[in-house]
């Protein structure tokens, strides 16, 4: 069975560096859009305990999904 793999990278730019990848992508401001992550755990963290996490995110004020992401 195949099994899917999922990669991801995260980078904290500088505003100059934005715009400039930005133009260098010939992006607008129309390209982009805003979401809210909300992260729920009990107060003795047992959803982090089973290194797991629990995310609803809202997209575009309008849409929300609930995601749980963990080790298998």
Do not use: V
């Given at each position: 069975?195949?099994?899917?793999?999922?990669?991801?990278?995260?980078?904290?730019?500088?505003?100059?560096?934005?715009?400039?990848?930005?133009?260098?992508?010939?992006?607008?401001?129309?390209?982009?859009?805003?979401?809210?992550?909300?992260?729920?755990?009990?107060?003795q963290f047992d959803i982090k305990s089973q290194l797991a996490a629990l995310r609803m995110?809202?997209?575009?004020?309008?849409?929300?999904?609930?995601?749980?992401?963990?080790?298998?």
């Open positions: 069975m195949a099994q899917e793999i999922e990669i991801e990278l995260k980078q904290l730019l500088m505003k100059e560096e934005f715009k400039q990848l930005k133009q260098h992508f010939q992006l607008k401001d129309a390209d982009f859009h805003t979401q809210t992550n909300y992260y729920f755990d009990t107060p995110r809202e997209k575009k004020k309008r849409s929300m999904g609930a995601h749980i992401k963990g080790t298998t």
